[in-house]
Structure formats: C-alpha cells, structure tokens
C-alpha cells in the first residue's frame, strides 16, 4: 500500500478513534501501530513495544513534572490562592473591574507555584467568584476572568506544559521555565487591561470596592510571603544556575509542604490534605506520561515513512516567506484546541511542526512560548475549553455559553499578546539568554 496512503488513514482513525470516545493517548497508540504495521510486519512492530514504554518514560528529567504538580496541590491545600486574592484586593480592588482584576493577579501568583492551568482555575475560582457574585458582577466577566486567569498556569514557571514541550523537543528544560517568565508578565498585564476596558462597559460603578491606604495595602503584601518563597526557589535557583528544573521542583515541593503542614487550615485534616495531593499528582503524571507514551508510538511510525522530515523539506524549499510558514503552522492550533487538550495537541503536531520550524532556523525556545501560548487559547474556546468548564462546575448560576462568552474577551486580547511576541522575539529570548550566559 501507498505510504501516503498509509499516513493518511493513520491520522484519519485517530480523529475517528477519539469521536467514538477513546482516551487521546489510546488513539493515537493505535493508530501508530496501525501504520507501523501496514508499513512493516506485526512481528516487527511487537519487537519494537517490548522496551518502548520504559524507554519514552524513565528519563530523569520528567521526574520534574510530579514535583511541580505536588508543590501545587501542596500549595493550594495551604490556602495561598486565598491569601492572594486578599492582597490583590486591596490593591487594584477599588478600580474599575477590581475584583476581575485581583483574580487575574492571583492567578499569576498562584500559577507561580502551581504548573497547571485547571488547577490555578479552580483555586481561584473558589475563592474569587462567590466574591464577585456577592458584589453583584457581570457573571461574563467574573467567570471569564477566572477562566482566562487560569491559562497563565502554563506560561508563568514552573509551568508543565512548558516541561513536556522541552521533553517533546529536547530542549533545556530550564531556558523554557525562564523564557515563560516575561510573556506570563506581558499577558498579565494585557488581561488586567481588558479588564479595565470591558469593566468600564459592563460592570456597575457601585461595585467597586473601597479605597485602601497605602499601609493597608503595603502591609496586606507580607501574607504573599509564601509565592514569594517559592518563586525565589524554582525560578531564582533555576536562573542563578543553583539548582536544575529537577532540584527546584523538589526543593519547591519540600517548601510548600512544609508550609502546608504549619498552615492554620490544615490543622486536623492534614492527613486528607496530604492523601488528596499524592492523589491528584499521581493521576495527572500518570495521565501525561501514556499521553507521551501514545505520542512516541505514533511519533515513531511517522519517523518510519520519514512524513516530518517530506513536510520540512517541501516547506523549506517552497520560497514561501519562513515568518508567514510560522503563522500559518501557529493559526493551526486554534481548530485542533476546540477538540484536543494542549498535551494532546503537542504530541500531535510537534513531530510534524518542530523540524519545520528548525529547518527554517528559528529559535526553537521562542516558538515554544508561541506554541503553549497557542495551546492557552484552547483552554477557553468551545466546545472543550477546560478552564470554562471548571468556572461552569464552580458557578452553578452561570450557564455555559455564558462563561464561553465572557473567555472570548480574552481570546481576543491573548491574539494581541501573541503577535506581540510573534513581532519580537527578543521579549522571549532575552531572559534565558541572560541565564546561560552565567
């Protein structure tokens, strides 16, 4: 049978495996032996399964994604998503939107210590929406700011997402914690700008919060002590070249343990706190590791028929200009994050996508950022948008089309900030520059 052929049916089951209800990672595993069958021998493709599980999976360096997940649940148990929604209050509270605002800043915060998006959602939506609720807010904004807040979880270090891209890729793992840092400012920032625009539109003057002194606000800022701890152990010891992403992850760990355990809240219920953080932290490890798992079958049986490296060189010999390839490739991600999750999405466009992008001589650490940045949009656009269906569980009074809606403000803005970086690439690469030249 004709490889082309071949290739094309292995990517249509995929899509088809996965609209009968089959996990990504089974899909895409079956699929790829599919092709390496058809391609090879069932004998031939059997030899190759033997050792391919351990070998996709027992790499020192993916031993940094259970730490930095633990050190969130650690983390939230510890009630320091609360802490910083308090603190954000009383600084931006008093303008208009204040209360969006402050969750936008305590999702920047706590995505400092957490590397996923649902959970810096779900920790701040907690606490941030009855708020909001209670003070009579637009339900669109309030929902949608929490939403939108959440994907700084995968931008802002330590983020997972941006661990996995450099495990996909073999990239430092440490150049793309640090290359999140100023983008993760930049979209911070761009948020808390809508915010003020759209508040200005939808939300009631009335709402606004009372004015707190300097003192108060100054002296609200040291129950941030706790992101500030850890922020300054995985990022600073990362950046100063103390530590690798591996070593911060377990000394963060180890310090947002600890202030779990001498936490007010966790007193008589530590031992459900601690059960319920291995808990979450084996289920989401175990989850991205069959999904890269899934990923190397297929990966490899595109490897086999050479499809990455056909595209890479017809792009690259095309003539067509390399930034508007880039694009392109970039704008792809918009359909595939309204049905895939961005692991998902990585492990199926990465092997095509990367060695495009090589070829064409771009920084593979800036088109990382894009890509993830890519991969925030999915996580609040229909019909699977993650975080909106988190905000939906939360807020039991805000339909889902609502929450959709008010996300869709900041689809918009994220497009801003994403040609921003797309136009100046410098933003990306200057910090990680910086650290290795150390």
Not at 303 to 332: D, K, N, R
Not at 352 to 364: E, M, R, Y
């Amino acid at each position: 049978m004709d490889v082309t052929l071949i290739t094309l049916l292995a990517v249509g089951l995929i899509f088809f495996l996965m609209a009968l209800g089959a996990p990504v990672f089974a899909a895409l595993a079956l699929s790829g032996a599919f092709g390496i069958v058809m391609v090879e021998n069932l004998g031939f493709l059997l030899a190759r399964l033997k050792s391919f599980s351990f070998s996709h999976t027992a790499n020192y360096a993916l031993t940094v994604i259970p730490l930095f997940i633990l050190m969130g649940a650690f983390a939230h148990h510890a009630q320091v998503g609360k802490r910083l929604f308090h603190v954000a209050n009383k600084w931006v509270g008093h303008l208009s939107g204040g209360l969006a605002m402050a969750s936008i800043l305590t999702s920047a915060g706590f995505a400092a210590t957490s590397g996923s998006s649902v959970a810096t959602a779900a920790t701040v939506g907690a606490v941030a929406i009855p708020e909001m609720k209670e003070k009579g807010y637009d339900p669109r904004l309030s929902a949608g700011a929490v939403a939108a807040g959440g994907v700084l979880g995968v931008l802002i270090p330590p983020s997972v997402l941006l661990i996995f891209y450099a495990a996909l890729t073999e990239v430092s793992a440490g150049k793309m914690l640090i290359a999140g840092f100023i983008p993760g400012l930049i979209t911070t920032a761009a948020f808390m700008i809508g915010v003020a625009l759209i508040g200005r539109r939808v939300q009631n003057h009335s709402t606004r919060a009372p004015k707190a002194s300097w003192g108060e606000r100054l002296s609200s800022t040291t129950q941030a002590w706790q992101v500030a701890v850890l922020f300054a152990i995985v990022l600073g010891g990362i950046y100063l070249g103390l530590v690798t992403p591996t070593e911060a992850g377990a000394i963060g760990a180890l310090a947002a343990l600890v202030m779990l355990v001498f936490a007010k809240s966790a007193r008589g219920r530590l031992g459900h706190y601690l059960s319920e953080s291995f808990r979450s932290t084996a289920t989401t490890t175990v989850m991205i590791l069959f999904t890269m798992i899934g990923a190397g079958i297929f990966s490899f049986f595109l490897t086999l028929v050479q499809v990455p490296q056909m595209i890479a060189e017809t792009i690259t010999e095309s003539g067509i200009p390399p930034h508007l390839i880039v694009a392109v490739l970039l704008l792809l991600y918009i359909p595939l994050g309204m049905f895939l999750d961005a692991f998902s999405m990585m492990v199926i466009t990465l092997p095509i996508v990367f060695p495009t992008v090589s070829g064409l001589g771009f920084d593979p650490i800036w088109f990382g950022i894009l890509c993830v940045k890519m991969c925030e949009i999915g996580l609040i656009t229909p019909p699977v948008g993650l975080n909106c269906f988190v905000i939906a569980g939360i807020d039991r009074d805000t339909p889902l089309p609502d929450v959709f809606r008010g996300a869709l403000w900041f689809v918009a803005i994220e497009m801003v900030t994403i040609v921003l970086l797309f136009a100046f690439p410098a933003i990306v690469t200057w910090l990680p520059d910086t650290m290795m030249a150390r």
